[in-house]
Each structure stands twice: as C-alpha cells, then as structure tokens.
C-alpha cells in the first residue's frame, strides 16, 4: 500500500500526504539528512519537512502580523459593506492596496452584477394596548410598505404548524412567527439552521393566508433587545408582503399579550425597495505556484455585510484571514508549487452572485482548482475544518492526510490546548458552487457557540474578535494553504 | 448563658433565635410532645416549631404562587416607571388593588414628591470620520442641549486621571469616557461599583475644563451595543453640560478612532429636561401582627423604574417579591406576633424621596421597626441576605441567629443545592434611611453575575427573570419576614 509519488522535480514526498497513512511520524517528521532532496529554489523541500515549514508559518504569524490592524482598518475606517454600497466599492478599492503593498501578484477586482437592496428608514411601533417603539430591522430583500405604514392587528404563532392551524383567520392582520432559536450546545451545535427557516420563508408562508405584514423573532438564542437582518425570499409567491425581524424581547412581549387575550396593533413603516443590479467584484490577488501556477488552492472569506454593525464577524474576519494568510507567506518568501489564490466574494448575505460567478468565469479553470477554503463562521478559537469532497475515493484517501495535517499544526505552541480536527460537512456558501467540478472544499471552523449572538446585528463589531483567535485563524489558513499548494500530489490522490 | 426570654403569651422560644446560639439543631428542630407549649390562635409555635412552618411557607410558594402572573401584568401591562411618569402612577394603583384582592390591610399610598426628569427625543451621531448614528441613553438628570444639537470634536479618555492629563485642552470639545467595567468574577463580584463613578460625575469632571458636552461608556461588562441609562449629578458646579451614555461599542469605536489620530466628531441632540415636582407615593399594605402590631418588619423593593425596557430585574422582581410574599402568607393565614408590611418604594432612581421621606414620615414609629428587607439586586437565584446593624453587640447576638435562619431555609426542597448566607454588608438604597433608628437592615441577595448586562437597559425585560427564581425569592423573602416579625424578641436582643 505504501507508494511513493514524485512530483514534476522529482522530490521525495511527505509519506503521509502522499499515500493517506495517518500515522503521524511518517510524513511530517523532520527528514533525516539522507533523504535531504535536491535543492529547489523557493521551495520547502529543500529546506525541512511540512513539520518544519508549519511550525516556521504558525510560529512567525503568531510572533508578528498585520491582522487585527487589517480588521481595524476596514470595520472601522469602511464599515458595514451591504452589496451595492458605496461602502463595499470602497472595499474593494482598499483590498487591491493593501493586497499591492503585501507583495501579492495578479491583484484584480473581477466584476460580478450584485442586487442592490435598500434599507431606508423602518420602524416598527406598537400602538395598542399601549405605544411602544419595537427594537426592529427589515429583512433584505424584503418590499417595503407604503409611506404611511401598514396598521393592523396582529396573530402570534409559535411555529408553522400553528400558522396553518389559525389559517385564513390571519387575513388582513400581521403575523409574527415567534419561534425560538436553541441555545447552543457541545453535542447538537447552534440551533440556527432550524430557526433561521422563519426568517427565511416566514412572509411567503404569511401572505400564502392573507396577512399584509409580518414579523419574525430574531435570529439568536441571546438578546439584549438586539433586532439581527438577514436575507428572505418570497418564493413564487405573487403578492409580496413587508417582512421585519423583531428583537426576542417584544416578539415574547407580543406573544405573551396575545396569550392573554389582548388586542396587540403594531404599525410597521419600511422603506426597503429593490434597485437595479449594480457593478461589484471579487476582489482576487495570488502567490504564483513556483512549478504548477495554473493549479490553484483558494482562500477566502465574504466581503460584503449587512448594513448594520460592522460585518466584523461575519465576514470581515474571514477576508482577513485570507488577506493576511497570503501577506505572511510573502513575508516568508515561501512560494509553494501551486498558485495560492486569494478571493473576496461578494455578495455573500443577499444573493452569492459572487460565489456563483466565479465557476462561470473560471470554467476552463476549474480542473485546476485543487482545493478552496472559505472562513464564514466567525473569527472564534479554530476548531479545524468541514470538507466536502464530491468523490468517496478520494475523500477515503484525503481523510488521514486532512487528519495528519491538523495534528502537525495543533502540535505547534499557538495551538497548545486547542484540538484541530477536519470532518466531512458543509463548507461554506461561497465555495460550494465549485464542488460540482471536484474542488475539495474547507470551511474554516471556529468555536461558535456565540456567533449567533452578533450575526447581522449592530453588535457585530471588531471589539468582539480576540486578537489572538484572528491570529491562530491566519495560522490555521496560511499552513493549511501551503501544504495543499505545495504537497507533490493533490489531497486525495491516489 | 442560656436564658429564656417569653413572649406576652409566655410562649417557649425557639432557642437559638432567642439565645444566638449558633447549633441548627436547637431552635428549628420540631418540638417534642412535652414542651408544646399553649394553643395560641393565629400563632405558629402552637402547632410547630420555625423550622416546621419555614418548610410550610417554602412548600406552599413552590407549589403554587402568583408571582409570575404579578411581574406579568406590572411589566406588560404597565411598563416602565419613571419617577414622576403616568406610569408609576398607575402602578400604584395597581399594587394597592392587588393588595386588596390579596387580603393586606391597611392599603395605603403614602404620598411622596418626587422629581420629574424628563427625557424627550435624543440622538447622537458620528459625522466625522463617516456619517454612523450611535447608541445611546442620555443620562437621568442630564440637561438639554439646544434644539441644534451640539456638534463638537470628541476626546476619549480612558479614566478621570487622563481626563487630568489632558486638562484644558477639551475646552470646546466633548469628552468621551471610556472607562471599562471588569467582567463578573466570584471572587470580586461586579466591576459596578467602581466604574459607576464616571456616569455617576463625568459631566462635572468634564465641565470644570470647559467641555461643552460629556459622553460615557455603559457602565456593563457585556453588550450586544446596548446603551446602559442612569443617574447623574452635576454637584456644585454652575455650567451643566449634556450628558449621555454611548454603548460599549461605540465608545471602542471613538476611543480606537482617537487613538489612532482620526478626528472624530459628533452632533448630540437631547431635549431632556427638570420638570417640577410630582406627587408620587410609596405604596403600602400590611399583614397586622397578632400581638405586636406597632412592631414592624418591612419587606420591601423599589417600584421607580427607569424609562427603558419593563424595570423587570430593577426593581419589578423585587416589588413583586414583597407582594407575593405578604399574599403567600396570608392565604396560609399566617399571622405574625408582628406586623409585616409591604412597602413599594417610589424614586429610588433618581432621588430617592420615597427611601428618604418613610422615616421622616414614621419618625415616631422607627424605634417600632425591627427589621427592613429590600430585594434591589435583580431576580436571580437567591443567595440569602447583606445586613446592617448599627450595634456592634446586637449585630454580634444577631449573626448566629440569622446564620441558622439561612440553614433552616436552605434544608428545604426548594432550596437544593443553594447556598443561603447572611453576611455583613451595603443593604439596599431605600431601606438605608432607616439605619440611624437602630433598624436591622436586610438586603436580599442573588446571584449577580449577569444584572449588570440588562440594568438600566431596553433588555431589562420578564424574559429574563426564571419564574422559579422569582418563586424562590417570595419564599425566601416570606419565610425570612415571617420569623422576624413572629420571634418573640427581636432579632439580636439580649
């Protein structure tokens, strides 16, 4: 079963990475000097082990780097970067700098049409039994109402179930979906893929019974009165109602009063409208593969945000450690066999135009993408990866070698304490268009037992990112991009 | 040293409380056949001992109370309840009828004036580097700024020594202080008190060096950008400039923009202004002792709110304890040899008329209050008592009693695996007044790691209060109020 495969320049393999042996002491022990390769300019090879070369990248990231600087400047100096903002042009125009001053090559911004959602001015008030003004935020892509507002009573229903049960007596009134997202757990993770269905297809479900408006619980286990956006959809559905997202405050308020049997009347006034589709970009540059530049291995986080907060988590974190992943490898002066790409998507949050598009203009590419990692679950303590990789043979043989890699790089000292697994399981959005053409796909993993607290939210901002979480995440993503750029073979290979 | 102190109806006591001797087994430990002493109608001592009728109250308020419904109907129904607002007035009357209905005598609103802060409309917005509304509540007190707004060049400084520092050079400018409130820890429990000071007198510490206006960090250690309200004071100072506090996250934000050399400017809007005076009242209701009805034992919680989020945690919880309490009582029918009486504080906010006036208004009554209890330290898992006694000999005789008083109430089921102490230590604002008068002083403790995240907020809302703590809390607060007023002395008598 052991089987040696030589690269283009005839080095001798990390076994490990090589053949899918897990044994750890294969391929990433230092090599004994006898089996030192012949020297390959800007190569590792030459030099050390994959060992070695991980613990050089984890070790210098750690000591040193631009990240949370980089974060700074682009939360704070930019802010939220919703498709089709001045702010997320502006984005795009600092991204090419500062990828130009780090030494990156074929630094471009790859034009991709974006829906343009607007915002305006919302509100949301209850006006019986007594006023109050809902902490609220409009959902993207939702319509708006018209100026005066719409005025109506409204119908709580826990869940869609009980939506069906009320029926047609919700015609003419406001429903509000009052379904409670689960608190995060070690054994089931966070409860927001099931929560995050009301947001997603509440109005459609609503206006199906004649409701003029709705409403949904906020998106999150936690709340301090905090309204969190996101994206819905109205489905094939013809007639389009406004459709806002309240805080878990007054959606249980609203709940507990209808409970009792209390007339509840909420006025909700949006402005939110469509524009036509604007000009944006996938904001790209490169660390040219020194033997095989046309294979590429991907690295990337989302660009664009809501419009609220400062899209810090979600994903400015993960751009920067794309962006910094990339700048500390030129700081090394490691130049791996394959290309290491970087890539900002936009349009991420209201429509993944630029995930969709990218396969579409690198279609004849697309044989050549070795792999793609994307970073979109917070910037949090790593945790490892989730791969997707459409072919079972070569995930069988990718396993061990994901596995091998993530023990090499939890044994260097930024990691002590913190385990490195890579698992098979969604990825990330961006990249997943790619996987019909056989990328292996990573999704960077983080602890994200508080993500949901912030995603879409005012709070989303850079004093909630621990700068050494941002760092041990541009660790994680420089060693792992190397390795699978650089490593003879690619991930899986027989 | 044991000695035998007998009621008018020459009752045998339950030892310890009447000796301070600390052994848990004297006192509260059923009475054997032979020393049952007289029937005595209404009384407890005639059909058990302490610890028999503590189980009975704990049991009852377990199986079966109202205090959810209670705290219900106050936050829903009436919201907040600002000093001087419709509001309070009509909690007021609230509370007396739900005293009614509950059987407490002497049902009385005992007339306060109280100040009226009112907070109008206010704003506050970044305009330089780049346009961002902030979050943010003008603090209770603060004066107006004209209808313009104030539009100034910000400085942030971290603590009241910068601010020194940097001296005259805020002149014309608005000071922003960003000074962080320590996260919880069990061993220093709540950063609060020392970071309050800069809400507290930041306004004067600015305007002495010329500043036009003063912002301030929440006083929190958690935010989810949630602004934190509260009291202010200007001291002696003649010029009074507005005052507001800003979220944690924007005061990073300023703070992270300043440092750097960005100059920040922002527009502050507020029309908050002094009205004057209102009549307001504290709300009473009794159950008469027995034998002692002219000897008082308070139980107590603040009915004042701020005008954001429901007052649920401050001082909703506290209120209802108080009611529920007296009405678990009485529908056990058990009368003390003492009076108990309920009394809802009013202003103890921003003022505290309602704390202040009660001993002025009962000044010959005080050497007849035997012990005052205030629960204003949200509703969370009860911990047992911080008490105040101005007598270094009683305090000594009390602090074994009340030690077993804690066991005895911490051995029920309820109680599982809670820790129940009474400790030397600050009480609670309203019941401080009575301390001169020789009054013990109890103030109702929990567990306060997370009160500093909701209070003073819109998040301060019945979703956050556990019915089964709030259930704790009524029992403990009616068993320890129950002994105290039916003890035949008084707690720490010779």
Redesign the interface.
């Known amino acids: 079963m052991l089987r040696r495969r030589c690269g283009t320049s005839g080095l001798v393999l990390p076994l490990s990475l090589a053949l899918g042996v897990a044994a750890a002491t294969l391929g990433f022990a230092p090599r004994s000097p006898s089996s030192a390769p012949p020297a390959e300019p800007g190569g590792v090879a030459d030099r050390e082990s994959y060992a070695e070369v991980v613990k050089r990248i984890v070790d210098a990231v750690l000591a040193d780097n631009q990240s949370y600087v980089k974060l ?1 400047e682009l939360c ?2 930019i ?1 939220p970067r919703l498709s089709g903002s001045e702010n997320l042009s502006r984005a795009i125009v600092w991204a090419q700098e500062t990828m130009r001053r780090d030494g990156l090559e074929n630094v471009r911004a790859e034009k991709v049409m974006v829906p343009k959602w607007v915002r305006g001015h919302e509100s949301a008030e209850m006006t019986e ?2 006023r ?1 003004p809902l ?1 609220m935020l409009g959902l993207g892509g939702s319509v708006g109402t018209p100026p005066e507002g719409i005025t109506a009573q409204v119908v709580a229903v826990r869940d869609k179930d009980e939506l069906e049960r009320v029926g047609d007596s919700v015609a003419g009134k406001i429903v509000l979906f009052n379904n409670p997202m689960q608190p995060y757990s070690t054994e089931r993770g966070t409860g927001y893929g099931e929560a995050v269905r009301y947001r997603s297809s509440g109005a459609q479900w609503a206006a199906k019974y004649g409701a003029v408006a709705a409403l949904t619980r906020s998106v999150t286990a ?5 309204p969190h956006t996101g994206a819905t959809g109205y489905g094939d559905i013809e007639r389009k109602i406004p459709f806002a997202a309240v805080s ?2 007054d959606a ?2 609203i709940a ?2 209808c409970a009792r049997g209390v007339r509840v009347v909420i006025t909700l006034k949006m402005e939110a409208h469509d524009e036509p589709d604007v000009e944006s970009a996938n904001t790209v540059g490169e660390i040219r593969g020194r033997e095989l530049p046309d294979e590429v291995v991907v690295i990337s986080g989302h660009f664009d945000s809501w419009d609220v ?1 400062q899209g810090a988590h979600d994903d400015g974190g993960g751009c920067i450690m794309a962006l910094e992943a990339a700048a500390a490898l030129k700081r090394l002066d490691l130049r791996p066999r394959r290309t290491i790409r970087v890539v900002l998507w936009t349009n991420e949050e209201n429509g993944l135009r630029g995930g969709s598009q990218y396969p579409v203009q690198h279609f004849d590419a697309m044989p050549q993408h070795v792999a793609a990692i994307e970073a979109d679950s917070g910037t949090f303590e790593p945790r490892g990866y989730r791969f997707e990789i459409n072919d079972a043979a070569r995930e069988k043989r990718a396993v061990p070698q994901l596995a091998e890699l993530m023990r090499v790089i939890a044994a260097t000292d930024a990691f002590r304490g913190v385990t490195l697994q890579a698992q098979a399981g969604g990825s990330a959005a961006d990249i997943s268009r790619m996987k019909p053409f056989g990328v292996v796909l990573l999704g960077q993993e983080v602890d994200s037992s508080t993500y949901f ?2 995603h879409h ?3 989303d ?3 909630k990112i621990d700068p050494r979480h941002l760092s041990q995440n541009v660790a994680l993503m420089a060693a792992t991009a190397f390795v699978l750029a650089d490593m003879p073979g690619r991930l899986g290979d027989e």
């Open positions: 700074q704070d100096g802010g039994p007594r109050m902490a936690r709340s301090l009165r905090t878990v405050e249980e308020l507990r009063l907060g607290d912030y939210t005012h709070a901002t850079v004093d």
